[in-house]
């Protein structure tokens, strides 16, 4: 079978790698194909440009030249395109688009709308409100020291640390001129970092799975995870869960977790396409690839 990774990123070496062991042959279409040119395990890259000109059936002509069954994107502007265009691809062909609904992704995928998701139903999460001029209001309910957030973004980026009214303000300002809306979320100062990788099925059941503790980061002070250990944790997991179970969520998704105490997890955000720290789940003997096409 023949399988299409969507985009580029380091996770293309690790998906790759994991689908080749598997017998699979890999095709990677995207803007940024550096990685994927030097990954041994991607038979061939297709150069594509994303914008408003590249349609549904651009990608469909792809994958019949190519012969591919399945398209599972990679990075963040890809996951949003497919899923925007998941109706339409699947119902004038035999494509498995591997990515939810945009009605459901859209909520996964954008951090002030989940954070309004956990809050309805109950699951762990930090203090979130958005950002509306409100900043009195925000001082109150949220205060500080807290964290301005963009609604969309990927690796910490446009997040900033602010200690009153007049940062937040500046910070506001910032933010959204580069990232559109933005909230602002309690800060937590925790050295405990995890990261949670599953895979829900159509009857709500669930495949194997990879928790990681993360002890560093590039940029030190906040970013994306450079080492981390694998681990178990049964109420990280239940928490993850919950959160799929709610969404109705079909298929991988990747979330970001604090500790706030001792044994005080909260969602902080979902990554709704494999991340680079797939990496972790490949070498723990999880082959999400695999998964993903089987499922």
């Known amino acids: 079978m023949n399988i299409l990774l969507f985009g580029g990123g380091l996770q293309i070496l690790s998906t790759a790698r994991s689908l080749k062991e598997k017998g699979y042959t890999v095709y990677v279409a995207g803007e940024h194909n550096e990685v994927s040119r030097k990954c041994n395990f991607v038979r061939q890259c297709i150069d594509i440009t994303l914008d408003k000109s590249f349609t549904s059936k651009e ?5 019949k030249e190519k012969k ?24 004038h062909s035999n494509i498995k688009c591997a990515i939810m609904d945009y009605a459901t992704f859209s909520i996964a995928s954008d951090k002030s709308k989940l954070m309004e998701f956990c809050q309805e139903h109950n699951i762990p999460h930090p203090r979130t409100m958005p950002i509306k001029d409100n900043y009195n209001e925000l001082s109150t309910r949220i205060g500080f020291p807290s964290l301005v957030k963009p609604g969309i973004s990927a690796g910490s980026r446009g997040i900033k640390l602010v200690h009153n009214i007049e940062e937040l303000r ?10 559109g809306d933005c909230s602002l979320q309690e800060f937590i100062p925790s050295n405990h970092y995890y990261n949670a990788m599953l895979y829900r099925t159509a009857d709500g059941t669930y495949s194997n799975h990879t928790i990681t503790k993360i002890t560093r980061y590039y940029p ?4 994306s995870s450079s080492f981390c250990t694998s681990i178990e944790n049964e109420a990280i997991l239940e928490i993850c869960k919950k959160t799929l179970d709610k969404l109705g969520w079909i298929g991988f998704a990747d979330f970001d977790i604090l500790e706030k105490g001792d044994g005080d997890y909260r969602i902080i955000e979902i990554n709704p396409r494999i991340p680079a720290s797939v990496h972790a789940a490949y070498i723990s003997g999880v082959h999400f690839g695999e998964i993903i096409v089987n499922k």
């Open 68 to 91: 591919c069954s399945v398209v599972i994107p990679m990075e963040d502007e890809y996951a949003t395109w497919l899923s925007l265009n998941k109706e339409a691809i699947e119902a």
């Open 220 to 223: 030190i002070k906040g970013g």
């Open 170 to 179: 500046e910070a506001t300002c910032e933010t959204i001129a580069q990232y």
């Open 59 to 63: 990608l469909l002509n792809i994958t």
